[in-house]
């Protein structure tokens, strides 16, 4: 993929999850002459269009709620196919019915389904190749909404679950055969390493969701994947101890998917606060000293950097300014003044449920050296309740409200960071919470979307705002861009839907009439 800029082959564009494409054709000098070249409606949208679309060889592949897939012509957005996994009519919708994406490899195109299956379809027909029941989903509670990752001949799936009574894992597939090659519990059982962090048998219920999509260092052979919250989410009493490998960066064995080293950000969390974001590879000066770097956003409002070929803390870096949860982070990566919420007491805790940023992604440029993520300014009212866990059902421990923030007003920005250090080179205010992921470019250009259905490009060392189109629908997916016969084209789903489970009107009342509708656009210079 690093080596074809003309295609998006994976989730994040690269192994690396840079979401840079080094294309410079549309560049700060003519971006304002970007134009609209073609629309591809998907239909009607419930739960929003959050996909990544990928494109080889002038093919593009995008994903849209309740299992859908579709393969376009890449210059002029012709239907190529069209496939359906039909949702059981048991289906229960506690994660959404969105889809993030699927991945290609070996002439096959892979998607997770919201009955937690794995299916494999011939890229050039649509037609299903094979098909894996990974676990039932009455039982678990569980599904699949992010994209897969195809790391040799093996492709790599997470699972949601962290809000649910559920055991956690990451599972690969033979990509030929869909048999199971390896699973990873993110949750250890007994007699095995961690387990000793879970107070009796609540290891069983744990959450440890891994619903994002991983990165891969080749020449390490390792598979970095993020880990999301323990469940219950806020009561931790009956889970007494840090609760392995819940809020941890996990580096295993692409071959067998043995663990190699982990890092826990959070032990014992009891706000929710998922690592299972994205992990960012760079390799960067650190006190003078070139060093394998992971850069990991957590839904905390604090960004992890750490050595990747061990684990080692590095840093830790605010992204937003109202965080009251603990008062900092030392030099040892220590969480330092916890204010753990007291149960059946009303607590104001800073970021909310929603997180000083979602799961939409950062970008990095390796042309600025610069980091580009979201922040998310507004706090909650948490009460913490004792809960038991029922198998395959909601497992949160506490109710909460949304509040507006501590300092200044609720609402969110879009900002540069220096990756390792966390200085900020510039910021971009929004009234309302963008949860479109970045696109970065060799033409020193930043792309992303807003709620209101705003497509816009920042310029990526200065941040000024050169160019927008409005979408007709509010953007929580993510833009890329590609090349066809040496054209560069530019990307982007739109299609807002009930955002965060209807969570932003409590805020925002306006949000529920912004416009809706599902629609991929791409844009181009003129010929």
């Not at 061990?310 to 605010?318: K, L, S």
């Not at 971009?428 to 490009?457: I, R, W």
């Amino acid at each position: 993929a690093a080596k074809e800029p003309s295609n998006w082959l994976i989730y994040s564009g690269t192994y690396d999850a840079w979401r840079y494409s080094s294309l410079e054709q549309i560049n700060r000098q003519n971006v304002k002459e970007l134009k609209p070249v073609w629309i591809f409606q998907t239909g009607k949208v419930d739960g929003g269009f959050s996909c990544t679309p990928l494109v080889e060889d002038g093919v593009m592949f995008i994903t849209s709620p309740w299992n859908r897939v579709f393969a376009l012509d890449a210059v002029t957005g012709k239907e190529l196919w069209h496939y359906y996994y039909p949702v059981p009519k048991d289906f229960g919708l506690l994660y959404g019915p969105w889809n993030r994406g699927v991945a290609l490899g070996h002439g096959l195109v892979f998607m997770g389904t919201l009955d937690n299956h794995l299916v494999a379809l011939d890229a050039k027909t649509g037609k299903e190749v094979w098909n894996v029941n990974i676990e039932s989903h009455q039982q678990c509670g569980c599904n699949i909404t992010g994209a897969p990752l195809v790391v040799k001949d093996k492709v790599v799936v997470g699972v949601t679950g962290g809000d649910s009574a559920h055991r956690g894992y990451l599972n690969a597939f033979d990509v030929k055969t869909g048999r199971r090659a390896w699973r990873f519990w993110t949750i250890p059982g007994p007699g095995e390493e961690g387990n000793q962090t879970w107070k009796g048998d609540s290891w069983k219920y744990g959450g440890g969701a891994t619903w994002m999509t991983g990165s891969y260092d080749a020449e390490l052979n390792l598979i970095y994947w993020g880990v999301g919250n323990p469940a219950a989410d806020f009561y931790g009493v009956d889970r007494a101890g840090d609760n392995l490998y819940t809020d941890c960066i996990v580096a295993l064995d692409a071959d067998s998917g043995k663990l190699k080293w982990y890092y826990q950000e959070i032990p014992h969390d009891v706000w929710d606060w998922d690592a299972a974001y994205e992990c960012v590879l760079i390799d960067l000066p650190v006190n003078g000293k070139k060093r394998k770097l992971l850069v990991n956003p957590n839904k905390g409002g604090y960004t992890w950097v750490l050595d990747r070929t061990n684990g080692e803390f590095i840093n830790a870096w605010p992204l937003v300014e109202n965080i009251n949860w603990i008062q900092g982070i030392d030099k040892q990566g220590r969480l330092l003044g916890r204010q753990e919420p007291a149960v059946g007491q009303p607590t104001l805790v800073c970021p909310s449920i929603g997180g000083g940023r979602s799961w939409n992604h950062a970008a990095y440029s390796p042309k600025t050296g610069l980091f580009y993520t979201t922040g998310i300014e507004w706090c909650q009212t948490l009460t913490v309740q004792k809960e038991d866990p029922r198998p395959g059902e909601t497992f949160f421990g506490g109710i909460f409200e949304l509040k507006k923030p501590l300092n200044g007003e609720a609402g969110s920005h879009f900002d540069a960071y220096d990756p390792v250090t966390g200085k900020k080179e510039w910021s971009y205010k929004s009234k309302y919470p963008l949860l479109a992921s970045a696109l970065a470019t060799g033409g020193n250009l930043v792309f992303t979307g807003d709620p209101e259905g705003e497509f816009f490009a920042l310029d990526a060392v200065s941040g000024k705002k050169l160019w927008s189109f409005n979408t007709g629908s509010g953007h929580r997916g993510s833009p890329i861009s590609y090349a066809v016969d040496g054209r560069q084209y530019i990307a982007v789903p739109a299609g807002w839907g009930s955002a965060l489970a209807g969570l932003l009107p409590q805020l925002w009342p306006e949000i529920e009439d912004f416009p809706g509708g599902s629609a991929l656009l791409v844009f181009a210079l003129a010929d």
